[in-house]
């Protein structure tokens, strides 16, 4: 028995390893290709191809892996982090607060984001960290003013997020993330008095 808990241990911290290199890999390619490609990640963590669909099933499930960590962070510090963006500043300046960290999410993790929303169609509104953020965003929205169309206002607030737009706006328009912080900022504070 002993025996066989130290192969387990070691098949364990082999497959640790091989998920680290496989994000540290995707992460890394995401920045420099157009198009992620599986078998590229596999290539570059020096694991095969069914490694890869093992562990993460698909495309999808392998952004997902890579973009886990900081939406992990972020959710943390909306849930216990010290005001404003955490409890116990007025829900104004949670939203604020709020709407520039994903701001800087989406700045920091554009490509991996873009990848990943572009996986299949309407993959942005399947995974759950946009549902947390549009949940987040709605308990504000109804704290500031309940008569608000707060579900309809939410999606409003965090489209310019999508990877796409904001793509679009920071490569093709040459807008920097500071403006596109301030505006997003500037359309909640108008929208919420």
Same mark, same amino acid.
């Given at each position: 028995m002993a025996g066989n808990a130290g192969g387990w241990e070691r098949q364990r911290a082999t497959a640790s390893r $091989?998920?680290?290199? =496989?994000? #540290? @890999? *995707?992460?890394?390619l995401c920045r420099t290709v157009?198009? +992620?490609?599986? &078998?590229?990640?596999?290539v570059a963590a020096g694991v095969g191809v069914g490694t890869i669909y093992r562990r993460?099933?698909?495309? !999808?499930? +392998?952004l997902a892996a890579v973009l886990d960590e900081p939406e992990r962070a972020l959710q943390d510090a909306? +849930?216990?982090?010290?005001?404003? +963006?955490?409890?116990?500043a007025p829900a104004r300046e949670r939203l604020t607060a709020f709407l520039l960290a994903l701001c800087e999410l989406t700045e920091r993790h554009l490509?991996?984001? *873009?990848? /990943?929303?572009? !996986?299949?169609?309407? @993959? &942005?509104y399947r995974v759950g960290s946009y549902t947390a953020w549009r949940l987040h965003t709605i308990v504000l929205l109804r704290e500031i003013d309940e008569s608000a169309d707060a579900e309809w206002l939410a999606d409003l607030l965090l489209a310019p997020l999508a990877a796409a737009l904001y793509l &679009?706006?920071? &490569?093709?328009?040459?807008? /920097? *993330?500071?403006? =596109? #912080? !301030? $505006?997003?900022? @500037?359309? @909640?504070?108008r929208l919420t008095g």
């Open positions: $091989n998920e680290q290199a =496989i994000v #540290a @890999a *995707a992460t890394e157009e198009d +992620l490609d599986v &078998r590229e990640v596999a993460f099933g698909d495309k !999808a499930g +392998l909306l +849930l216990t982090g010290p005001p404003p +963006l955490g409890p116990g490509d991996v984001l *873009a990848a /990943s929303e572009g !996986a299949a169609p309407g @993959a &942005r &679009r706006q920071r &490569r093709e328009h040459g807008m /920097s *993330a500071e403006r =596109i #912080a !301030a $505006n997003v900022v @500037a359309v @909640a504070r």
